[in-house]
T-cell receptor
Framework: GENVEQHPSTLSVQEGDSAVIKCTYSDSASNYFPWYKQELGKGPQLIIDIRSNVGEKKDQRIAVTLNKTAKHFSLHITETQPEDSAVYFCAASLNSNYQLIWGAGTKLIIKP | ETGVTQTPRHLVMGMTNKKSLKCEQHLGHNAMYWYKQSAKKPLELMFVYSLEERVENNSVPSRFSPECPNSSHLFLHLHTLQPEDSALYLC?????????????FGSGTRLTVV
């Protein structure tokens, strides 16, 4: 079955610098790749997603890139701010499916 | 609030107790989910309901029993739990039964089994 690996498990960056979180997936049929952000004491929240027919998608300071050949996708956060501190989860699925396969999460720490 | 409300926020129960977790959404969504979240592990899908009918029971032990009386409410009934069941239990909803609609999660119930 599908498997999603996420790295690193913890990432600490200086405020204002960029952060990159990487995920790899095993099922080449997967075509939908969301990213969720979980702040302390809250449930995960969808922040951006990408479908396999595009290679990159941007929304203000966040962007996601997809390399279908290598079966990996990445979350990029530029000009990091304290409110970016959270746990970030990647996931993969078929967009017609109801079950996401999740990564184990990356704890992002923004140092002042 | 995210639109999905879970109660209680925290629950401590003994292994012989019976308790229930409640989830409520007024987003007009047709699908609802129970997830288990343990530290440093991927989220584990437990149950899926679509239009109040159970679609998925992901090999979950029978000590967890879901109930969906209507499209706005979802319960998880707990009995004779084990300490390894201690975790954050998340409820989510989506417009329909497909991941690309995006999930709206509640804030979870932090369960501790003693």
């Amino acid at each position: 079955g599908e498997n999603v690996e996420q790295h690193p498990s913890t990432l600490s960056v200086q405020e204002g610098d960029s952060a990159v979180i990487k995920c790899t997936y095993s099922d080449s049929a997967s075509n939908y790749f969301p990213w969720y952000k979980q702040e302390l004491g809250k449930g995960p929240q969808l922040i951006i997603d990408i479908r396999s027919n595009v290679g990159e998608k941007k929304d203000q300071r966040i962007a996601v890139t997809l390399n279908k050949t290598a079966k990996h996708f990445s979350l990029h956060i530029t000009e990091t701010q304290p409110e970016d501190s959270a746990v970030y989860f990647c996931a993969a699925s078929l967009n017609s499916n109801y079950q996401l396969i999740w990564g184990a999460g990356t704890k992002l720490i923004i140092k002042p | 609030e995210t639109g999905v409300t879970q109660t209680p926020r925290h629950l401590v129960m003994g292994m012989t107790n019976k308790k229930s977790l409640k989830c409520e959404q007024h987003l007009g969504h047709n699908a609802m989910y129970w997830y288990k979240q343990s530290a440093k592990k991927p989220l584990e899908l437990m149950f899926v309901y679509s239009l109040e009918e159970r679609v998925e029971n992901n090999s979950v032990p029978s000590r967890f029993s879901p109930e969906c009386p209507n499209s706005s409410h979802l319960f998880l009934h707990l009995h004779t739990l084990q300490p390894e069941d201690s975790a954050l239990y998340l409820c989510a909803s989506s417009q329909d039964l497909a991941v690309n609609y995006g999930y709206t999660f509640g804030s979870g119930t932090r369960l501790t089994v003693v």
